[in-house]
């Protein structure tokens, strides 16, 4: 991931920051960390402990952090179509700058991002969708393509996400760990599976067996998983038969 | 204390001020022994007085302290630990033979408060941790705490016992039941001297009061009610009463999605039983007043400090998350930690702090790291000094920060074995952040995000500080007498 923290730098030469428009706006590395970041997040709001309730305020600042990310990325749908095309430059190692002010005041005017994420509906994404194709006219094809795909994909995937957290969090039914895994293998949340397939992890207690999943599963759980727990599970097989 | 330039803004300003100062500090009022006023707004020179807990690199994972209080007195000092003990010291009486050593702090009692459960409804263990400790103030010759971990508050009563009754009539020394038929003769029974016992028995249990994860208990200064809170929601007690509870302050949503915001501390004044305080991840605290209806949904006062919108960035909120409120003793300042900084807050001026102290700037340019480590989570606590002159927080690598609020003056410490020589004068650390790195000093690349200083307490009248680094509890004096 990072290897380093993401600077944010005061404005350089030659960006008009004020004006807003042509300001700083989402250079490809800058679409790629914020990607990454999404992604991150994501990651971490899925890995949510099953032996103990999980950490809410952690929960909400990430959800938080993930919204934001879908907001800006929102306004970037719309954003690029006015946006002069991006000079090769160097490209500037921050997240966000003065650019969600600009934003906000766009957002007064126009389209509203879709701020609730609970309802599943994003009227706020459906001018922007329709605002990319001329953006492609911009930019060469390739990068806003990648750009587009992921965000819309990522939109839908993560409100998804979103729901499912906070109705774990509401924990209301038993069943409610499931629930967040409900489209994950049924042995992913296997207990014994899971930590007997840890090699290696010789402390007790559930805090540092969790650890040690949590940096086995880096890749976001998925049919990867799967494979991987099938493979842990053959394993755990044949070790109980010798 | 041997400062490193003003306490506001960014690394190392101005010269450093080289070897740290001589024995014979420069005069800080203080009495004979051990009953000094708190000498607070002038440098302070703290040394090394002891250490708790195992030395091997090997650190169970039950043995990390999570949290660490001083009583009323300070004469004794608490902590609990991930395994759900508690363990507590007490402070031995002044040796005459020996008068330029502080009394050292032994252990008293050490018991089990709370056992792992497991919540068969949503399937999920229930940690031992204890989130927190606080003491009553002592009305007779037991002690009494309350210790909480997620989801559960006892009362515990610490006593001694240093007699015992002998003489029994109707059962032997052993205890085993005499035969009435052979007693012949009645005796009183007598007390005589044995060594001494502490036993800690659990009064009261407050449970299934707290649907979400406690972060805060709160002794009240009427010393009959306290409060504790969780992540969303604030409970009023009765030291007596355990099968009631009343909801104070209530903030979940109706619609769970809607969530964004959580309470992450709450205190009581120290003074005005009507008034507490809670804090939010989004980096507000709300003071309110239960005179004014019974469920301090509405604030009385609402603390935030505007941001600056320069330095915006996808982890401004997680910082601006405060992790620990704390008022001063007098009652007319608020401290509040969030993961870069401590601000002073008049109670009176809602606008913004008074005074912002920079923990580890350094540490801004590393958030998206800290972010994918989870280290940008962690929740430090803060404390004052007895006379309020001077705060503390913990840091990484083992360091922990102090700020001296009238000289400006700050410093940064190390808790570590190496410096843990008896009476042993601790060298200030710095860190440093970029350009050449100086002798002695530490880049931030080599700070050790694992040894990190999220507990600390201040004695309520001397210069005497507790800090909890991950399972060894360190005591250190300022070098007086």
Redesign the interface.
């Given at each position: 991931m990072f290897a380093r923290g993401l600077k944010r730098k005061s404005a350089e030469d030659g960006e008009d920051v004020e004006g807003g428009l042509a300001g700083t706006q989402a250079t490809p590395s800058y679409s790629l960390q914020r990607q990454s970041l999404l992604d991150m997040s994501l990651v971490k709001l899925q890995l949510c402990h099953m032996l103990v309730e999980p950490n809410l305020c952690r929960s909400v600042l990430i959800a938080n952090t993930v919204r934001q990310i879908q907001e800006e990325m929102t306004q970037d749908g719309t954003w690029r179509v006015l946006a002069p095309q991006a000079a090769g430059r160097a490209p500037l190692d921050r997240l966000v700058s003065t650019e969600i002010l600009c934003r906000s005041v766009r957002e007064q005017e126009g389209e509203r991002p879709a701020a609730d994420v609970g309802d599943g509906r994003t009227p706020g994404l459906v001018p922007g969708l329709s605002a990319v194709p001329s953006a492609q006219a911009l930019r060469s094809p390739q990068s806003s393509l990648w750009e587009v795909d992921s965000s819309r994909e990522n939109r839908g995937g993560f409100q998804k996400s979103l729901d499912q957290i906070f109705e774990t969090l509401e924990s209301k039914t038993p069943g409610s760990v499931e629930e967040l895994f409900s489209d994950v293998d049924s042995s992913y949340y296997d207990l014994d599976a899971v930590l007997t397939g840890m090699v290696g992890s010789t402390q007790s207690g559930h805090g540092s067996g969790l650890q040690a999943f949590t940096a086995a599963a880096t890749p976001p759980p998925g049919s990867s998983c799967r494979s991987d727990l099938g493979e842990l599970d053959h394993a755990v097989e044949i070790l109980v038969e010798t | 204390m041997a400062g490193e330039g003003p306490a506001r803004g960014g690394a190392g300003r101005g010269s450093r001020a080289g070897a740290a100062r001589g024995p014979d500090a420069p005069g800080v009022s203080a009495g004979a022994g051990g009953g000094g006023c708190p000498a607070g707004g002038n440098d302070l020179q703290w040394c090394f007085s002891q250490v708790k807990g195992a030395i091997d690199e090997d650190v169970?994972?039950?043995d990390i302290i999570s949290t660490v209080e001083f009583n009323y007195s300070g004469d004794l000092l608490a902590t609990g630990d991930?395994g759900g003990r508690v363990v507590i010291f007490q402070r031995e009486q002044e040796n005459k033979g020996r008068p330029h050593s502080r009394g050292e702090y032994n252990v008293y009692s050490t018991f089990q408060s709370h056992e792992p459960e497991f919540d068969y409804?949503?399937?999920?263990?229930?940690?031992e941790k204890i989130n927190k400790i606080r003491w009553l103030p002592q009305q007779n010759a037991a002690h009494f705490l309350l210790s909480t971990n997620?989801k559960t508050i006892k009362l515990w009563k610490i006593s001694e016992r240093d007699k015992r009754a002998e003489g029994y009539n109707l059962k032997d020394e052993d205890g085993r039941l005499r035969d009435p038929f052979r007693i012949t003769a009645l005796r009183v029974p007598i007390l005589k001297p044995m060594d001494l016992m502490v036993e800690a028995s659990p009064r009261r249990i407050f449970a299934n009061a707290h649907?979400?994860?406690i972060n805060s208990i709160s002794v009240n200064s009427d010393h009959e009610t306290y409060l504790s809170a969780d992540?969303?929601r604030i409970n009023l007690w009765h030291l007596e009463i355990t099968d009631r509870s009343f909801n104070i302050v209530d903030i979940k949503p109706v619609?769970?999605?809607?969530?964004?915001?959580?309470i992450?501390a709450a205190e009581f004044h120290p003074h005005q039983c009507n008034v507490f305080v809670y804090s939010s991840?989004k980096g507000t605290i709300r003071l309110c007043d239960m005179r004014s209806s019974a469920l301090c949904d509405r604030h009385a006062k609402f603390f935030e400090e505007p941001e600056d919108?320069?330095?915006?960035?996808?982890?401004s909120?997680?910082i601006s998350?405060i992790s620990d409120v704390k008022f001063s003793h007098s009652g007319r300042y608020m401290m509040t930690r969030d993961y870069l900084s401590v601000k002073v807050w008049d109670l009176n001026m809602e606008s913004r702090p008074v005074e912002t102290h920079q923990v580890h700037e350094y540490l801004?340019?590393?958030?998206?790291?800290?972010?994918?480590n989870?280290c940008i989570?962690d929740k430090f606590e803060c404390c004052w000094s007895g006379s309020d002159s001077a705060i503390m927080t913990g840091s990484y690598n083992n360091f922990f920060r102090m700020f001296d609020r009238n000289t400006r003056r700050d410093v940064t410490l190390e808790a570590s074995r190496e410096n843990s020589k008896p009476r042993a004068s601790l060298k200030p650390r710095k860190v440093c952040t970029g350009g050449k790195r100086k002798k002695d000093e530490i880049s931030v690349d080599s700070l050790d995000f694992n040894k990190k200083i999220l507990h600390t307490a201040w004695h309520p009248a001397e210069n005497i500080i507790a800090v909890a680094a991950t399972n060894n509890l360190y005591i250190f004096q300022d070098k007086l007498n």
């Open positions: - | 169970a994972e039950a991930k409804l949503k399937s999920l263990e229930i940690e997620d649907t979400y994860h992540d969303l619609n769970m999605e809607e969530l964004t915001e959580v992450t991840s919108p320069s330095s915006r960035s996808f982890f909120e997680i998350s801004r340019s590393k958030l998206c790291s800290l972010y994918e989870d989570f």
